[in-house]
């Protein structure tokens, strides 16, 4: 049945919302699975469809099972407003949504586009949101793909299951599933989405055969874990990675084994049940309320032989990932000076003094690396530091490992245009571009966030959406009127920095690296 528009919760996101304020013209679409209907902004530039099912919803009997097919419907499918975003609770406070709330039912999809494309097939770039496999959605919006499918591409984006809804292992589901695998249905859904683009995104003018996948934070871990799943190969013809992968840090993916162990002891010591059918059967809040009593989150990816048939490092040291161009970075404050410091004053000599401590007879090679003359180099060493061990060691590692076996060109950046303050800033505030700071840069929405925004912000912008389309449309960022941004090489190893005037410089910390490399654990 036909659903009248504006819809009381199409209003009440317009009036939250002012870039859904300009979309009122109507149009429809027909798909694999029916006939959709989205808008066209005032402005006549961008047509979008949200809430778009890409799979069956995941519940009842379908909780814990690979994504299922779509079923078709009859009729004209409303397609204004985003779907609900996946089961989590609040778990970080930057994360503002459109979206109903979350809900079980959450698969599904959003694209923007040009109304009018200059090219009769246009690149496609599809995103995958951040949150640590806990939290997220597509409808942030600092994720709003209008304006960056303004650069001439179609842009997707999708929610994908989360948490002990997309990452409970257990052995029974292990038994039940025909590859002998569970445990990775966040995961899975994101291949599910992609199968989605590769079978509908002609209907929109999106070519099949030209797809960028890119994400940020859990979103690029998942862009490195397509690259080194079977299943995903053929999918993607390029990767972009913001701020993460499976390569190092602080998310390892779990065995089989380690993972079904923790969620058959969360199952029996929290849910009080241990057979498939009463797990199905509690409550969507019920489970996810159990989720939150203090305990090591169990809920993870897994190298599950089937979407992970071993972990990413010896997949790509094989050479088995798949052989795609790759642009990947990460920003310079990914963490915090006080990671290292702990409760001690951030001086030179407490820095000394705990790199003994954390390094043993490593601490040495550790200062050396990571110099430091005066409290405040002291500092910035630390906040370095903290920033590797999270999340740029497993970044660099992935982008070396497939500079060496990939066979395809790859692209490295750093993020460092720091955000400017506000006024009620604390007193001794530091400017820093920190983790996920680079999303609104990329999708050309700086006015998602209410800061004081500089035209060099602006320019930063501008130049990340540039270099990300181009790079989607042909595997190369550059193109005429932009800065060089050279192929990172063994020669020089080349990194475009961006910042009030952005160029390509040589890695000045590759020693760092290596000599994180070389630790079996990063203290």
């Known amino acids: 049945m036909k659903i009248p528009i504006p819809s009381l919760i199409s209003a009440l ?40 099912p890409y799979a069956a919803p995941p519940v009842g009997p379908l909780r814990w099972k690979p994504p299922q097919p ?21 778990i970080y406070n930057d994360m503002v949504f459109n979206d109903p709330g979350p809900s079980e039912d959450c698969l599904y999809l959003n694209l923007w586009m040009p109304a009018k494309p200059e090219t009769p097939k246009l690149p496609v770039m599809v995103w995958i ?43 029974d589901l292990t038994k039940e599933s025909e590859h002998g695998a569970s445990g990775n249905y966040g995961l899975l859904d994101q291949v599910a989405a992609l199968q989605w683009v590769k079978t509908n995104i002609a ?26 799943s ?99 970075g990460w920003n310079r404050d990914e963490g915090n000076f006080g ?40 500092k910035r060493a630390a906040q370095d530091y903290a920033g590797d061990r999270f999340i740029a060691y497993g970044t660099w590692k992935w982008i070396d490992m497939h500079l060496k ?26 400017p820093a571009a920190p983790h996920a700071s680079e999303i609104e840069f990329v999708f050309r929405v700086l006015s998602s966030k209410h800061l004081p925004w500089r035209d060099q912000d602006r320019a930063v912008s501008e130049l990340m959406a540039s270099y990300w389309s181009n790079f989607a449309k042909t595997g190369d960022p550059n193109a005429p009127g932009l800065p060089n941004w050279p192929r990172y090489q063994a020669s020089d190893y080349q990194v475009m920095r ?7 410089e040589p890695d000045d910390h590759r020693d760092r690296y290596k000599f994180l490399d070389q630790l079996r654990s990063l203290p």
């Open 70 to 90: 779509v079923k078709p419907w009859t009729g004209v499918r409303n397609a204004v407003d985003y779907g609900p975003r996946a089961m989590q609770g609040r």
């Open 203 to 228: 209907a929109f003018g999106g070519d099949p055969d030209n797809v960028t996948i890119f994400g940020e934070s859990a979103g690029s871990l998942s862009v490195s874990a397509l690259m080194a």
């Open 498 to 504: 961006f910042r009030a005037i952005s160029a390509a």
């Open 129 to 171: 949101h951040g949150g640590g496999f806990v939290a997220g959605s597509t409808s942030e919006p600092r994720q709003d793909g209008g304006n960056l499918c303004k650069k001439g591409v179609i842009v997707v984006s999708m929610n994908y299951r989360m948490g002990v809804f997309g990452f409970f292992a257990h052995p």
């Open 230 to 328: 079977p299943l995903a190969q053929g999918l993607f013809n390029r990767a972009i990675g913001e701020s993460g992968a499976f390569f190092g840090g602080t998310m390892p993916a779990k065995s089989l084994a380690e993972a079904e162990a923790a969620c058959v002891k969360f199952a029996g010591q929290s849910l009080g049940g241990s057979s498939l059918e009463s797990l199905r059967a509690i409550p969507a809040g019920k489970l996810l309320a159990a989720t939150f009593k203090p305990r090591p989150n169990p809920f993870r990816p897994i190298i599950d032989g089937y979407f992970f048939p071993s972990d990413a490092r010896s997949l790509f040291a094989a050479g088995k990932q798949s052989r795609v161009p790759l642009l990947a």
């Open 339 to 378: 990671g290292y410091f702990s409760n001690t004053p951030p001086t030179l000599g407490n820095f000394r003094a705990l790199a003994s401590e954390k390094f043993g007879d490593r601490a040495a090679d550790f200062l050396k690396a990571y110099s430091a003359k005066d409290d405040a180099e002291a």
């Open 405 to 430: 076996t990939g066979q395809s060109p790859v692209y490295r950046y750093k993020f460092e245009e720091t955000l400017p303050l506000i006024a009620e800033a604390p007193p001794g505030a530091e």
């Open 13 to 52: 996101l317009i009036a939250a919302h002012p870039l859904l304020a300009q979309e009122v013209t109507r149009v429809q679409q027909k798909i694999a699975d029916g006939v959709l209907e989205g808008v066209v902004s005032a402005d006549g530039k961008v047509r979008t469809f949200k809430g778009v």
